[in-house]
């Protein structure tokens, strides 16, 4: 039986990954988590998977599991992942997010196998793009705007460096946004939709926001683990793949769909504290290098997903 290992597997995506993989293969999957915070997350999939609870800044312990697991396939998701809260800690960010994937590569390698490696980059690393490059595609020039953004660019570039040096089978994967249930609430839309329920329940009675005009490309999480599924089992070791909808929206008007949703009259206030040093106008997914070689698109319309995401709030006591 192959066996999957999953890193981040309690999180927003690795979680929704381990159900997607559990649910189409007959696969022996393994995760790591930092924190027992998300448990509940994987609670589904208890039975089909196989929890460790290690720190991959600690190389020794994360290359024992490694030799000791042996996988065939690694999605490597963990991370420090706020764009927002990276302007808080850089370098924190930066050197987590860069020496948990070298101390994963250097496992790997030193196990002597050759798994093919998915490593989770971000659209994040595009940062400002001019008008006249939308939408983005893989060779859109890189320019960051954000701590999390460069400890991005260096996850994909020290992919691309142990497949270049060591012949590891990785591929690099650029998501745009994706949104859904069990999203922390520092994203966008994981906030918007827990501060309508806390205003639904009295806990609150001012939404306050941030900057409402830049326009982001959001795509269903589900949506986003099954194009992980595809790309590591089709796409080519050494590349890498955007993966969005291919359509932006504006912050406004997510807000908008989510306000519709609520029965509650919502006051919208304006808190420049949300707002951050610089905030890209626009980023919107050319996806067609991922459609070409794997057939994927996205098929949960955004109206479920904001739906969803909201119901999951609701039913958070």
């Given at each position: ?8 597997i309690?999180?927003?995506?690795g979680s ?7 649910s ?7 995760g790591s ?5 998300n448990l ?10 196989s ?6 800044r600690?190389?020794q ?11 065939d ?10 764009p927002a ?7 924190g960010f ?5 020496e ?9 390698r ?7 490696v ?13 008008a006249g ?7 859109t ?6 701590p999390?953004?460069?400890s ?7 992919g ?6 060591y ?7 650029r998501?745009?946004n994706?949104?859904?249930p ?11 939709s827990?501060r309508i ?7 609150e009675?001012v ?10 490309d959001f ?7 099954r194009g ?12 890498v ?5 291919g359509?932006?929206?504006?912050i ?11 029965n509650?009259?919502i006051?919208?206030e304006?808190d ?6 610089i905030?890209v106008p626009?980023?919107v997914?050319d996806?067609k290098k991922?459609?070409?070689?794997t057939?994927?698109?996205?098929e ?6 904001l739906a969803?995401?909201l119901d999951?709030w609701?039913?958070?006591?």
């Amino acid at each position: 039986m192959k066996k999957v290992f999953i890193t981040g597997i309690t999180g927003f995506a690795g979680s929704f990954l381990a159900e997607h993989i559990a649910s189409q293969k007959d696969y022996e999957i393994f995760g790591s988590f930092l924190s027992d915070t998300n448990l509940e997350n994987t609670a589904s999939v208890k039975e089909k998977v196989s929890l460790r609870q290690i720190d991959l800044r600690d190389s020794q312990k994360l290359q024992d599991l490694i030799k000791e697991i042996r996988p065939d396939f690694v999605y490597h998701l963990a991370a420090l992942t706020s764009p927002a809260d990276s302007f808080k800690n850089p370098a924190g960010f930066i050197n987590n997010n860069t020496e948990a994937e070298v101390n994963l590569l250097e496992a790997i390698r030193v196990a002597g196998i050759f798994p093919k490696v998915l490593i989770a980059s971000s659209a994040e690393v595009y940062g400002e793009v001019a008008a006249g490059n939308l939408p983005i595609d893989e060779d859109t020039p890189l320019r960051p705007a954000t701590p999390y953004a460069v400890s991005k660019i260096a996850q994909d570039f020290l992919g691309l460096q142990y497949f270049i040096s060591y012949k590891i089978p990785v591929i690099r994967v650029r998501p745009f946004n994706h949104i859904g249930p069990r999203q922390a609430p520092n994203f966008v839309v994981s906030s918007f939709s827990k501060r309508i329920v806390d205003i639904e329940r009295g806990k609150e009675s001012v939404m306050r926001v941030g900057n409402l005009m830049a326009k982001r490309d959001f795509t269903d999480v589900r949506d986003i683990v099954r194009g992980y599924l595809l790309l590591l089992e089709m796409g080519d070791p050494g590349d890498v793949y955007n993966i969005g909808s291919g359509k932006s929206y504006k912050i406004s008007e997510i807000l908008d769909k989510l306000l519709s949703m609520s029965n509650k009259d919502i006051k919208i206030e304006i808190d420049k504290q949300l707002l951050r040093p610089i905030d890209v106008p626009e980023l919107v997914c050319d996806n067609k290098k991922i459609f070409q070689k794997t057939g994927w698109k996205p098929e949960i319309p955004i109206e479920k997903t904001l739906a969803d995401t909201l119901d999951y709030w609701r039913s958070m006591v």
